[in-house]
């Protein structure tokens, strides 16, 4: 069995009792969506918070700042659908104005980026991530319920246009779905100079369907790749944190990334924390448990008192986030909640 450190002596700052140490705090800034993927929620969508219950953008940038003190050297805005938040210009202004600094990413759907990119990268935004799974568009308006793909690629060229580089595309493969066509999605995004990570599809959807089973692993995304280019994978040791295994396409400087978060979790390397639109931290995406950091904000709660609160939450942080356990419960929140 394992020894813990004494929790009397604990280090100072987001650590946990496993040597990791938090450095990228993920904030979910709304849980609403325009999109409806068929592996995040069902077709009508969910019951959406109310404003009230939701930060605001003081409530918000107060708890990052606290959170940037305390180590945090990455925030990246999530949601929901991030660009559904309204003042979400104002919201990246207002963390760039953190001292330090702390690099300041985005994931999205993309849906509504063209018309936002160039004001989100004056306000401070550094890059961002699309979720695009597919280049089809019949199989894009099957997979989200809408027809919204052009969309997508405008905003997609918008944030390259913009600067917010690399742009990165993230992708789950889902069999019988869009397996068949992953090396396609990677020639489009080598044309177009984006990056490209395909994830293993999560337990994390709103109806609790997921199968392990029908799951697109890694090594069969890899595989597939591999008709049709030479993957060379980079260094392990240059991996660091990251979530990506990353491969050289034919040779470089191009590459691509596959995140084996099921089948090769990445847990013992993990610096993540989150933050919910309500304002609960989540130590891991797949935590059954949470802390409360709203209502003592809102009851007047010093900054220690906040503080201390969000270390006790990553000291609980467990070891991994035990999928393959025998016991394994998926979340009650699904990702449009919890943030990616």
């Not at 050297?73 to 001292?99: K, Y």
């Not at 010093?302 to 393959?324: A, C, N, Q, S, Y």
Request: aromatic share 4%; with cysteine; charged share 25%.
């Amino acid at each position: 069995m394992t020894r813990l450190p004494d929790p009397s002596v604990r280090p100072a700052g987001l650590a946990d009792q496993f040597g990791r140490r938090a450095r990228d705090l993920r904030v979910s800034v709304t849980d609403r969506c325009n999109l409806r993927c068929t592996y995040c929620m069902p077709a009508e969508g969910l019951p959406w918070m109310p404003k009230a219950e939701m930060l605001s953008d003081e409530e918000m940038l107060r708890i990052i700042g606290l959170f940037v003190r305390d180590g945090i050297t990455q925030v990246r805005l999530t949601g929901g659908e991030p660009l559904l938040r309204r003042s979400l210009v104002e919201l990246v202004a207002g963390i760039a104005a953190l001292e330090p600094r702390p690099k300041i990413a985005m994931t999205t759907n993309g849906v509504g980026l063209e018309r936002v990119a160039v004001g989100l990268k004056q306000a401070g935004l550094d890059r961002v991530n699309v979720s695009l799974d597919t280049i089809d568009s019949e199989t894009f308006t099957q997979l989200t319920r809408r027809d919204r793909l052009a969309d997508v690629e405008a905003g997609l060229k918008a944030a390259s246009d913009a600067g917010l580089t690399p742009v990165k595309v993230n992708a789950v493969a889902m069999r019988g779905i869009n397996d068949d066509s992953v090396a396609d999605v990677l020639a489009w995004c080598l044309e177009r100079g984006y990056e490209l990570r395909f994830i293993e599809q999560m337990p994390l959807d709103a109806q609790h369907a997921w199968d392990r089973a029908q799951m697109i692993s890694a090594d069969e995304i890899r595989e597939r790749l591999s008709q049709r280019w030479d993957l060379t994978p980079l260094p392990a040791a240059d991996r660091g944190s990251a979530p990506a295994e990353r491969f050289l396409v034919d040779g470089g400087p191009e590459t691509v990334g596959i995140i084996a978060s099921v089948s090769a979790p990445f847990c013992a390397a993990c610096d993540r924390t989150r933050l919910t639109a309500d304002g609960q931290v989540r130590n891991c995406l797949f935590s059954t448990t949470e802390t409360d950091l709203r209502g003592p904000l809102r009851e007047g709660a010093t900054d220690d008192e906040l503080l201390g609160l969000m270390r006790g939450e990553m000291w609980r942080k467990r070891r991994g986030h035990g999928i393959g356990d025998p016991d394994f419960v998926q979340p009650a929140r699904p990702m449009s909640a919890i943030g990616g």
